[in-house]
């Protein structure tokens, strides 16, 4: 009787054990689903996707926690990409005019920065305001901080090799930070 017992309460363990995993499983597709849906409006989709799918479990099917995961994803790949900037900087044999574009480019990654981090803010603020105003605020944040990226290869026109190495560094932090701000959109569009 005994063994039976351990037996019968050993399935019952591994049919909860199974169903959970099913269960995490069916809300982690869900979770996919939604992202690569959501990532299909935005300007680079498969890149959304890529940067975001393996945070599936934590934005669920969230509007809110997508947009805030995009725009972190962002920032932490501005963040490195102002590092690298940095240790291109430092490279010998740079012209006086190289050395001021590069400056110039340091300080609107780091602008960027700033706009993000006060974007990532407000959105992780609960929220006790205007919803309407507070998003305008983010949106307002991080197309400039589009627009400082953007911007950074510009100061290297007359140097078509340098333009290609930082614009190289720059791209992907221009796609992520308007797909960031695509999703941000999104998420402000369904309280209209």
Known sequence: MERSYWINSLALIILIFSSSINFISAIEKTSIAFIRTSCGLTTYPTLCFNSLSSKAGAIQTSP???AQTALSVSLDTTITTSSSMVKLSKVHGMTPRQVAAMKDCMELL?????????????????????????M?????????????????????????????????KIVNVVHLTSNALGLINSYASLHR
Do not use: H
Not at 115 to 127: D, F, I, R, T
Not at 144 to 168: H, I, Q
């Open 64 to 66: 809110k926690l997508l």
């Open 110 to 134: 780091s602008d960027s920065v700033y706009q993000m981090k006060k974007s990532l803010k407000e959105m992780n603020q609960p929220s006790s305001k205007d919803f309407g105003l507070v």
């Open 136 to 168: 305008s605020d983010i949106q307002t944040w991080v197309s400039s901080a589009l627009t400082d990226e953007d911007t950074c290869s510009e100061g290297f026109a007359n140097d078509p090799k340098m333009k290609n190495v930082v614009r190289g």
